[in-house]
């Protein structure tokens, strides 16, 4: 039982403290920043901006209007892939038919669409996108220069979530928070380092020689996709300034059926690429170990750690410790899951706001 306690204890540590701290160290003292460059006003690659969209009329225009305007001096085209829309997306996107390709297929399912929006494709350069977000004026110029680098196969953008300003209307707002700022904290120095693992789905792009076709079950096309480059040898590149806005989960119910399909998803890749797992294979071998499977072995790690410490708790303080910390957390957690079933369907986090009666000035 203790060396299950220790080991699990190692898992668990390694992956949210030392690994960071590794990466931290080695990104610092051998970065190798992507050499980024603007190109002459007329040397711009063309581009190829694929929007994968399922019933989402509503939203189109102003995505598309965002899409438009923004900066960005080469060729670029517009393609929208209707997966089995049922809501008018045609009628939606019919003021934008000279900007816009509409690509209809029936519904089956993101990738895809993603792979019949790629063979539709003529840029150079594939940017992906969904019909949610927004873009920030100057994130395809930033995106691009990436791609003056020969050595650089993609470039994923960074997603801001409301909650990161604190203006989200979500009860666990400030968890998501922390948690995506850590989490693209460590995408920062993985690209520095060589390759970020995966990109954020919302705003990447790949070299278009470098895509291959996706399967019809994929779950995680963002992660899928970039790693075969990476496997091929390309780096993918973490750009800050390509900027794409998002809003968060409104509660953990939402939150939690997303962390399972990413989890499904970093299992599912391991069947598709076993070659990840592989050291002379996978050039960020360590990185991926470290981050995405070392991610898949946390819980039972946890697992593994609550057994052994409740087991080893009468036989010495720090195993009691260890049990009592856990407890306390678990209890926590199970609390803070009841307060937010609580807050659900109203507009404070933890249960329905109060009554409030405003004088003359303030209504």
């Known amino acids: 039982m203790e060396i299950l306690f220790w080991s699990s204890a190692f898992v668990i540590a390694y992956v949210y403290v030392g690994y960071p701290v590794l990466i ?11 050499r980024k460059a603007a190109f002459t006003e007329d040397a711009w690659p063309a581009i190829s901006i694929i929007v994968a969209a399922r019933n989402e009329s509503a939203r189109l225009p ?9 900066d960005y001096d080469g060729p670029r085209e517009i393609i929208v892939v209707s997966d089995g829309s049922t809501d008018g997306t045609r009628a939606a996107l019919a003021p934008y038919a000279s900007r816009v390709r509409l690509i209809e297929v029936p519904a089956g399912g993101k990738p895809q669409a993603l792979n019949a929006g790629v063979a539709a494709a003529t840029g150079d350069l594939l940017i992906f996108a969904d019909a949610r977000q927004r873009f920030v004026m100057g994130a395809l110029r930033a995106l691009v220069a990436n791609f003056a680098d020969a050595e ?3 470039a994923t953008g960074e997603l801001v979530l409301d909650c990161e300003s604190g203006a989200a209307a979500s009860t666990i707002g400030d968890g998501v928070g922390a948690y995506w700022k850590y989490e693209k904290w460590l995408r920062r120095k993985e690209g520095l380092v060589r390759s970020t693992l995966g990109a954020t789905g919302a705003i990447y792009a790949l070299r278009r020689e470098l895509w291959q076709p996706l399967p019809a079950d994929t779950l995680l096309d963002d992660v899928l996709g970039p790693m075969r480059a990476v496997l091929a040898g390309w780096r993918i590149v973490f ?19 997303r962390k399972r399909r990413t989890l499904a998803g970093n299992y599912q890749i391991l069947a598709q690429e076993p070659r990840l797992l592989v050291p002379f294979v ?6 991926y170990v470290s981050h995405k499977v070392g991610r898949l072995l ?11 410490s409740t087991a080893l708790a009468s036989t010495g303080w720090i195993y009691a ?8 957390f678990y209890g926590l957690a199970v609390v803070g899951a009841w307060l937010d079933t609580q807050g659900r369907g109203t507009d404070a986090p933890f ?13």
Request: aromatic letters at 6%.
């Open 24 to 34: 931290a160290a080695w990104a610092r003292l051998r970065p190798r920043p992507a």
């Open 351 to 363: 249960g329905p706001k109060l009554p409030i009666t405003l004088g003359k000035e303030a209504r």
């Open 152 to 154: 650089v196969g993609g």
């Open 321 to 328: 410790m260890a049990f009592a910390a856990q407890v306390v």
């Open 62 to 70: 102003a995505r598309i209007e965002n899409l438009i305007a923004l």
């Open 239 to 257: 750009e800050e300034e390509a900027i794409a806005f998002d809003r968060t989960a409104p509660d953990a119910a939402v939150e939690a059926r």
């Open 282 to 287: 996978n050039p960020v071998w360590l990185q």
């Open 298 to 308: 946390v819980p039972w790690a946890l697992l593994a750690c609550l057994v052994s």
